[in-house]
């Protein structure tokens, strides 16, 4: 395996019963970078992220992580992975500071270095006044930022953050993620899955999943360059009108409304997109101004999750 | 693999101990629980059956039938409560629940004694409970020795006395016993819940993606509860000794062995359980299953020797039968546990297949 990549995977498919969760992924996670893992709920991601902790045995495929193949060699990576599940996981009727002492006894962190590391993450995590609390009854915010400190308390080379922002606010997630960079600054290397979009875009690099398919890999900006679809835009007074004229049409691949503007991603085999989205409107009989524009990441999700549903309905 | 943490172990055993502490239904059920158990067995259970209601049907009238009625009601197993004409009526009595024992005795009371070969009286008993029938019978034998003594030459075939709790007190059988049928219910619960929590609240997918290893968690889950059983025995103990003067005749040493490897068998047994059950309310099924044989078959409620083969063969499996013969053995017999390596061994068997069970069964998986 290549010493730059934290990750490889080959074939990786992990089938529950006749659903197919994880489908032959193929993932390449090079080191020092925060990798993105953007899909909808039931793409794959929880999956995918426990089958490289070696919680969840592939059915298919392997894995290796940090020079260890996953599961077989699992227990010997365990030290140098932190994780960081969807759902709180620390123990809710102990404090603050029990749950980081529990977590460095657990790493068998040395008892000098264990007082020292703790009094580090309450202060870079803005704890220190709540040593005594019960994690049980901190803010999604607190429970959050006690749960990377946590998570990173035994200097991981690999963190594993699954969902991390779902139940905080947006300023949380501005120093959240804040947080995540300074980690990669110091040489970790983060997976982190999510389904925001402004989140997706902060990564250095990306794979979207859909029905456990990895359907597009690259750094956000080269996505959004080389995205299947053409972007068009459309102003109209009666966008409603607009949206009916164009779903699901030939070549016309999704229609967002976004206001009083539309989103129209068409198929890039029309030559003349604009005049292939005012045929539509023309023959509805609905008075828009169309141009094409900069396909956004959200652009880059929808056309390549839809260019899934469409293959699985041919 | 070999390479045992003791922080590890350190760590997962102050977490249990500090969540522990803060869950007052199950600090509560530590001390509750023995007292409640002890005081309401201790004072409840009595297999000494005096003062059956009965009835006397006395057809004879004779200074001797007289006799044997004052003889039968000075046993104080019986407190005549009424007295009637016929057989039938004392069924009447009995059927209506009003009576557990009929005395008849026959107009040809005093020829029947003479005529060896037929029964003299009638002694009518409600079977419906085994002990009291028991209490009832050997009534039987104490009045008509009583009787054969007046007429003919007293000759006893056996002297019947009675060992170990001469004063036939059930509380001094009865609350050794209980040190481990208290035992076997806190300490299967306590550990039988101790994974399926952790499941259900969440923690147990960031516990798994730790490095500590399976045997450390369940060792470390265990201790603290060791700990517990302890103060429950030396708990009960105490509340032997001061409110049922229940004599302690070995070694209180010997008493603290047998019950560490005792409680380690059943908290083992415990993890077991948590491996198999989905939810705490499952755990806690499963626990009675385990529990409620182990009280039936041990010899805590029924005579073990009483048991048919099979039944027997059962309740070698289930660590309170060794342990009552140990705990009973100590306390009332005065043996030392060298006398009772067996029952030893076979906790100390049942303890390591547990455990060995429980670490076989828990994977650091998800699946």
Redesign the interface.
């Given at each position: 395996m290549n010493a730059e990549l934290a990750i490889e995977s080959h074939d990786l498919t992990r089938r529950f019963g006749k659903l197919t969760a994880v489908d032959h992924l193929a993932m390449r996670v090079p080191r020092n970078m925060i990798y993105g893992f953007l899909g909808p709920n039931g793409s794959g991601k929880s999956t995918t992220i426990?089958m490289l902790?070696?919680?969840?045995?592939p059915s298919e495929g392997t894995v290796n992580v940090l020079g260890h193949k996953v599961?077989g060699d699992?227990?010997l990576l365990?030290?140098k992975?932190g994780?960081m599940?969807q759902?709180?996981?620390?123990?809710?009727?102990?404090t603050v500071m029990?749950n980081l002492?529990?977590?460095a006894?657990?790493?068998?962190l040395p008892k000098a270095k264990q007082l020292r590391r703790i009094e580090k993450a309450l202060q870079t995590y803005f704890l220190s006044d709540r040593t005594r609390q019960f994690a049980g009854t901190l803010s999604g915010g607190q429970k959050q930022r006690l749960a990377l400190a946590c998570a990173t308390l035994h200097k991981p080379e690999l963190l594993f953050l699954d969902e991390p922002t779902s139940a905080v606010d947006p300023q949380s997630r501005r120093d959240f993620w804040e947080s995540l960079f300074r980690l990669v600054h110091k040489g970790t290397t983060i997976l982190v899955s999510t389904h925001y979009m402004d989140e997706a875009e902060r990564c250095h690099r990306l794979a979207i999943l859909d029905h456990g398919r990895m359907v597009a890999d690259g750094s956000p900006q080269q996505l959004m360059d080389t995205i299947t679809t053409t972007v068009v835009e459309i102003a109209s007074a009666s966008p409603q009108d607009a949206h009916d004229a164009l779903q699901e049409k030939e070549g016309i691949a999704s229609v967002t409304q976004l206001g009083q503007r539309l989103r129209v991603l068409v198929e890039k085999s029309i030559d003349d997109p604009i005049a292939h989205v005012k045929t539509f409107l023309k023959h509805a009989n609905v008075d828009a101004q169309a141009e094409i524009t900069r396909a956004s990441l959200e652009d880059v999700f929808v056309a390549s999750t839809h260019k899934q549903v469409s293959d699985a309905e041919r | 693999m070999l390479n045992v943490s003791w922080t590890r172990i350190y760590a997962i055993l102050t977490k249990e101990t500090q969540q522990l502490r803060r869950d007052r239904l199950s600090s509560g059920m530590i001390i509750g629980m023995p007292v409640v158990m002890c005081l309401l067995f201790g004072y409840a259970i009595n297999t000494d059956v005096r003062h059956l209601k009965a009835a006397v049907a006395d057809q004879a009238n004779t200074q001797l039938s007289r006799q044997l009625i004052i003889d039968a009601q000075a046993s104080q197993v019986l407190d005549i409560i009424g007295s009637v004409h016929t057989g039938k009526e004392i069924k009447e009595l009995l059927d209506a629940g009003k009576i557990r024992v009929g005395i008849l005795i026959p107009h040809d009371f005093e020829r029947r004694l003479e005529q060896k070969d037929r029964p003299a009286a009638q002694l009518l008993i409600d079977g419906s409970d085994p002990t009291i029938l028991g209490a009832a019978r050997s009534l039987t034998s104490i009045t008509l020795n009583n009787m054969a003594g007046s007429v003919t030459s007293p000759t006893k075939l056996f002297e019947v006395r009675n060992y170990y709790n001469a004063e036939r007190r059930s509380a001094v059988f009865i609350v050794p016993g209980l040190i481990g049928v208290i035992v076997t219910m806190t300490m299967i619960l306590f550990t039988a819940v101790a994974i399926v929590r952790e499941r259900e609240r969440g923690n147990l997918e960031l516990l798994i993606n730790t490095p500590v290893r399976t045997g450390e968690l369940m060792i470390g889950k265990v201790i603290p509860y060791i700990v517990i059983g302890l103060v429950q025995v030396t708990l009960i103990l105490l509340l032997a000794i001061i409110l049922f003067q229940v004599p302690i005749n070995g070694a209180v040493i010997d008493i603290y062995l047998a019950a560490l490897i005792f409680i380690t068998a059943n908290l083992m047994m415990g993890l077991v359980i948590s491996t198999f059950a989905k939810s705490q309310f499952q755990a806690m099924q499963m626990t009675f299953f385990f529990f409620l044989p182990s009280i039936l078959l041990s010899g805590f409620m029924f005579p073990f020797d009483g048991m048919p083969a099979a039944a027997q063969y059962l309740a070698e499996v289930l660590p309170l039968t060794h342990f009552l013969r140990l705990i009973r053995g100590i306390i009332l017999k005065g043996a030392n546990i060298g006398q009772m390596m067996w029952d030893m061994y076979a906790l100390f068997v049942f303890a390591l297949v547990t455990l060995g069970l429980a670490i076989a069964r828990f994977k650091k998986r998800l699946e």
């Open positions: 426990r902790c070696g919680l969840l045995t599961p699992a227990e365990k030290q992975i994780y599940t759902r709180f996981s620390l123990y809710d009727d102990l029990e002492q529990f977590i006894r657990v790493y068998s | -």
